[in-house]
């Protein structure tokens, strides 16, 4: 089979040489010189290539499938063997180019250059297909990696409108004057300034999107520095030791905890003058403070300046990543390990910029609706330059722009590297940087160059440094950093361009020193950045980033700057040593060598200079940070009583889905006071899909800046209608976007002390599947709320096809500790269901996520069962709905879920037919029937001394010798999670494989989920037991048209045909 695959791809590729040149095939296309000259006498090689090439094509398939074949029968079927001069000539009569000795010979050695006496496959084919052409030669610009690239659309310039043609040419002309006699950068200014004149003009045009490569804000129009420069440099030393060390001293005593130095060395000194001057704290007022969003492999240093404040003990950094015996400090931000430290979890690449730009929207929502006071309220997102490769963050950065947040300060830590390697070696990543923000409509502050360096661009008269260091590659950059040779900086960037005077009067050890230090390593410049931020945050109507220029590992010398630095966990002695004198830390060799308690860490005390400087900066600014003080939100809300849930307790003969029972119980939760205004619906762009559109017009949608147009559908009742204290948040096209507004909304009640309860309800396989990660991290940030996981089922959202028909969200999310999966059958399920999850979340104050299938396929809704604590039941995840019927002759358990249900019912009264009762049993969450059985496992291999303990799903279905059958809209191995547990016979029916469309009826069958098949199902495991005659069970079968043939074309590879 593999061969005659092969084959067939050497016949396309032989075809693509003469039919269509361009085009791509499987096997590498084998594109061959032309000559095909015939003699009578000895042929050449270069003939003989042309006969074998002729050969293979004009046999169509057959050719290149005979040579396949033969191949690798000879080969013995293994690609990676080869074949000698025999085999060789053996082979090209089979496929019918004859050859003498000498013909093949010389044949044979033009595929084996290297005369080993053997050629493989691969060099046949490469040999044959002769040398790869150009991708596009059009692509000539890839030689080239800085400046600006070539366009194809420069023409369109000439028949573009040009209103008065000689004006026109004037202006151009002026340009072009410029460039000649004072050169390119002269002329970028220009622009630049005529560019800005027009804006304060009025004039509609956008502004440049990137601007020369210095310091946004000028050495003489930075404020002056409010704090003790001297003691904070002596506390940014402190803490960056303390963190290197805290990494380097737990990989030391337990080898492989990881961990990592070199990203807080390059962020540390923003990070102290934030703390010391901008991070506001819970108690400052305006809100509860500023939310910061730091990056995770940074973790160290946010532990190092707490253990100065006295928050952490010498203990606890001293169990850095060591936590299971409790007391130790989590590997990165994570809330859900410690509760009162951490407020933002960040690791997973690219989820903390876009957590923090929901945040900040999610602010603003906030006091529009007038929940909370935020006018205080920042948002400052720590992002590395390599984490903005991620989607999630260039998402996150179109989206704060054009919903104009303010309140937003991004800084991007540009140190140029990513885990193994630079950003982009060939380019500027600072410029590309300011394109993307500045086009998104940021505020961009750039923070590149330090206070000496700066000097230089200051006193760049003619521009020509800057050109130089605008098409200096990162890489070299980098490179300057790893190698710290002054000399070498001063041939490369200066000499060899001709500016040697400019560092004349720099010694190369001060020209190190000076490119050693940039912007992001300068408090003072770092201060006048913020400061501008800050500004920006309070008066300005867009978000700000500031792109500050660092140096990963900065002050270790061994490593800082180099591509091995971030896998960087231990430090040797020597390094040590090195690391103490640079950054002047008061402690001896014999400290550092032979540490005793973790001597090695360094903390002058509550009573030294540089404490008391940290706790009084702080407490100016509100209090410490990190930190998370959630609200008791049983204190706060006062929940609805159980009456608000007792909606569909009578039942239906009107057919419903469970999903439009959601939406009237969420309505009737929206009106309900203090409670319903706490209640947010959210939803992707489906409302009329989820029957919510009828919303749109009593609750509104969120509009910051209000509807300022009329609606198509501005003239009926349930319009399309938008205000800024809308209460839905309707949030486009985006599962990412919304989930990260629904952990914003799910921890508001520890942000901002206003609980809110966020209801987001969307197509169900875009959900676990689709964004299951920023789920996870919406869990550690212990956010509460509601996930809907709307057209679920395999078959019940039967239109759709493969990659919207969901049967495993329920068991993906029973990974995720928090997330308490449902899926309910009936509109009274629904409502107790929130009614449980509200009460455990509020009532109890436990963090948990809430996640139910809805469906929606309209069926009768029964009134509630007259079973004795079936409530409690039904929320352990099963309860008995019907009893069986006394007087039959068997009786079997069937088992339902969801929209199969109805399925169940169905077999129920075709069993009937057969002398068969059941006995109908919902289960509501089978994950935490298997969780509860977990617990109780545990408890009894724990307590060998006590009786063995019975879970709940045991005790209801384990002592039971008959017939069971379990059909969901799901996956067989979600139910499964039980199988142990149920005595008897078990059958489980599921919706295992690759969704499609077509009617629910058809898919159902195919699915073998239908009432047909759970009463063949049942028939069968009773002939089994022997109690009904196998006639029985197969005259069910062929009555109901059941077989066991079940072609299925997206695994059956022979349909593919």
Known sequence: MAAARIGQSLNRALRTRFNAGNCRSYTPKINFRAGNNFSSGPRSPEQLMGELRVVLTSKEMQGAQELSNEWFALADKDRSKSIGPDEFRGLMETIGLSLQPAESDALFGVFDPRKSGEISYTEFTNTLRGEMPKFAASLAFMDQYTGHYPSAMASLRRVQPRF????????????????????????????????????????????????????????????????????????????????????????????????????????????????????????????????????????????????????????????????????????????????????????????????????????????????ADTSASRVWCFIGDGEMDEPESIYAIARAGYERLNNLIMIVNCNYQRLDGPVRGNSKVIQEFEGVFRGAGYDCIKLIWGDTWNDLIDNDHDGRLIEVLERTPDGDCQRYAAKQDGRLIRAEIFEANGLADRVAHLSDDELLSAFMLPGGHDHKKIYAAFAQAEKNAESGGRPTVILAKTLKGFSLATFQGRNTVHQQKTLKDEEMLSFRDVLNIPLTDEQIKNPKGGDFFRNPGPASAEVQYMKERRAQLGGFLPSRTPAKTSTLVDLPGPDTYTLFDKGSEKPMSTTMAFAGLLRKLMKLGDFGKRCVPMVTDEAR???????????????????????????????????????????????????????????????????MMPFFIYYSMFGFQRVGDIIWQGADARARGFLLGATAGRTTLNGEGLQHQDGHSLLIGLSNPAVIGWDPAFSFEVSYIIEHGINEMWGKDKDLIYYISLYNENHPMPKLPSEPDFKDNLLKGLYRLRPAKEGMAYTVRLIGSGSIMQQVLRAADLLEEYDVATEIWSATNYGELHREAVRVERQSRLRPHEPKPTCHVEKFLGGWDGVTVIASDNITAYPQLIEKYVGGELIILGTDGFGRSDTREALRRFFEVDAESVTASALSALSRQGKVPADVALGAMEKYGLTEDRPDITMDHEWQA
């Not at 410029?178 to 027009?198: C, K, N, Q």
């Not at 938008?722 to 507004?741: F, K, V």
Request: proline share 6%.
């Open 689 to 755: 899909t989820f029957g919510m559109n009828a919303f749109f017009h009593e609750f509104k949608i969120h509009a910051p800046f209000g509807q300022h147009y009329t609606p198509v559908d501005h003239d009926i009742l349930m319009k399309y209608s938008e205000a800024p204290d809308g209460q839905i948040l309707q949030e486009g096209i985006s599962e990412a976007g919304a989930l990260c507004t629904w952990i914003a909304t799910g921890t508001s009640y520890s942000s901002q002390g206003c609980p």
């Open 164 to 371: 008065d043609a000689a004006e026109t040419d004037e202006w151009l002309e002026s340009l072009e004057a410029v460039l000649s006699h004072h050169g390119p950068t002269r002329a970028r200014f220009l622009i630049h300034e005529l560019m800005d004149e027009a804006v304060r003009k009025g004039v509609p045009i956008s502004s440049s999107i990137t601007t020369p490569m210095c310091n946004t804000i000028p050495t003489d129009a930075e404020p002056k520095y409010p704090g003790d420069l001297a003691m904070e440099n002596r506390i940014s030393n402190l803490v960056r030791w303390n963190a290197a060390v805290m990494v380097s001293d737990g990989n030391k005593r337990a080898a492989g905890v990881g961990g990592h130095i070199g990203t807080f060395a390059s962020m540390c000194d923003i990070w102290e003058v934030g703390m010391n001057h901008f991070f506001r704290g819970k108690a400052y007022g305006g809100g509860m403070g500023d939310q910061l969003y730091i990056q995770g492999h940074a973790a160290p240093g946010a532990y190092a300046r707490a253990y100065l404040e006295g928050r952490l003990s010498l203990d606890h950094i001293m169990n850095f990543r060591q936590e299971v015996k409790g007391g130790g400090l989590s590997s990165y931000p994570h809330p859900r390990l410690m509760p009162g430290f951490w407020e933002n979890p960040t690791v997973s690449m690219g989820l903390g910029p876009l957590q923090a730009v929901c945040q900040a929207r999610f602010f603003r929502y906030l006091h529009l609706r007038g929940l």
